[in-house]
């Protein structure tokens, strides 16, 4: 069974940074395309990044661009996303998604919360 | 503002077909698919329909995707109190190097 569970969210002031992980099992993690998808309190879902599968290729959306790093690490199975420069409007709750051309398997979310 | 065009909401009785509509423009269409997720409040996503008409292993036959030009559909036939929940749209944005989403339409139950 495939298996996402992120971690890492919480409160954090504006101006901070916070680093989300994903661990995935069930699956040969380094065959997949891994993604960040985020979705703010009573809104909708937005795309934030994606990573291939051997780390090479790297896609942002623009409200992304130079202010997150998404990374992985094939040998824990561990997907990452380290957020800096974070802003009240990155506030969210953010999933880590499987999928090259479609989004197969989500994990449950973590809230990230910006806010002093 | 959503790249994708969804309507906010739709509704029917139960037993009812009613459908939910998805409006791009070529950069993302192209020849990008389409998928739909479906989401129940406070819980994740889940696939529902990929590559504009086909259905993930355990998604019942009442849902169906289509696609035309720079529109897209979802519909539910035989609806059922267990479908209300928000139906999203996505492909892939050939000019924003992006996956984009519609903004999201909630399906209500009668």
């Known amino acids: 069974e495939v298996q996402l569970v992120e971690s890492g969210g919480g409160l954090v002031q504006p101006g901070g940074s916070l680093t989300l992980s994903c661990a995935a099992s069930?699956?040969?993690?380094?065959?997949?395309?891994m993604h960040w998808v985020r979705q703010a309190p009573g809104k909708g879902l937005v795309w934030v990044s994606r990573?291939?599968?051997?780390?090479?290729?790297?896609t942002y959306a623009d409200s992304a661009k130079g202010r997150f790093t998404i990374s992985r690490d094939n040998a824990k199975n561990t997907l990452y996303l380290q957020m800096n420069s974070l802003r009240a409007e990155d506030t969210a709750v953010y999933y880590c998604v499987r999928g090259w051309n479609k989004f197969d398997s989500w994990g449950q979310g973590t809230l990230v919360t910006v806010s002093s | 503002q959503s790249v994708l065009t969804q309507p906010p909401s739709v509704s029917g009785p139960p037993g009812q077909r009613v459908a939910i509509s998805c409006s791009g423009s070529?950069?993302?269409?192209?020849?990008?698919?389409m998928n739909w997720y479906q989401q129940y409040p406070g819980t994740a996503p889940k696939l529902l329909i990929y590559s504009n008409n086909q259905r993930p292993s355990g998604v019942p036959d009442r849902f169906s995707g289509s696609r035309s030009g720079t529109s897209a559909s979802l519909a539910i036939s035989g609806l059922q109190s267990e479908d209300e929940a928000y139906y999203y749209c996505s492909t892939w944005d050939d000019t924003l190097v992006a996956w984009v989403f519609g903004g999201g339409t909630k399906v209500t139950v009668l």
């Open positions: 069930g699956f040969t993690f380094n065959d997949y395309w």
């Open positions: 990573i291939g599968g051997d780390a090479y290729i790297t």
């Open positions: 070529r950069s993302n269409f192209g020849s990008n698919p």
